[in-house]
Nanobody, 123 residues
Framework: VQLQASGGGLVQAGGSLRLSCAVS????????MGWFRQAPGKDREFVAE????????YYADSVKGRFTISRDNAKNTQYLQMNSLKPEDTAVYYC?????????????????WGQGTQVTVSS
């Protein structure tokens, strides 16, 4: 299983970006998919998670109401729509996939990771 993240870039505060994560070698037993981010000097933190059906979505408080996670199982792809971006959203964003239904939004619960894509928000 390989995950390939794309869509990062430089944007001004208040702008939008859409991240994509294409999954190859898709195992049917993958359940949760998620996004994490890591800023320089900080730990990797949870951003958003979506269940296999797409019916359950969870967000970090810091992005709730601004970010939207989605997935297209037919295309083996998940997305993160990021609106009203703030400078504090600047980080490397990682997509991830888990066999688990309940991850507790913990990076150690995720089995597969993409390479990361840089998002930089200027003030």
């Amino acid at each position: 299983v390989q995950l390939q993240a794309s869509g990062g870039g430089l944007v001004q505060a208040g702008g939008s970006l859409r991240l994509s994560c294409a999954v190859s070698g898709w195992p049917t037993s993958i359940y949760a998919m998620g996004w994490f981010r890591q800023a320089p000097g900080k730990d990797r933190e949870f951003v958003a998670e979506i269940s296999r059906s797409g019916g359950d979505k969870y967000y970090a408080d810091s992005v709730k109401g601004r970010f939207t996670i989605s997935r297209d199982n037919a295309k083996n792809t998940q997305y993160l729509q990021m609106n009203s971006l703030k400078p504090e959203d600047t980080a490397v964003y990682y997509c991830a996939a888990s066999y688990r239904r309940y991850t507790d939004y913990d990076p150690s619960s995720y089995d597969f990771w993409g390479q990361g894509t840089q998002v930089t928000v200027s003030s």
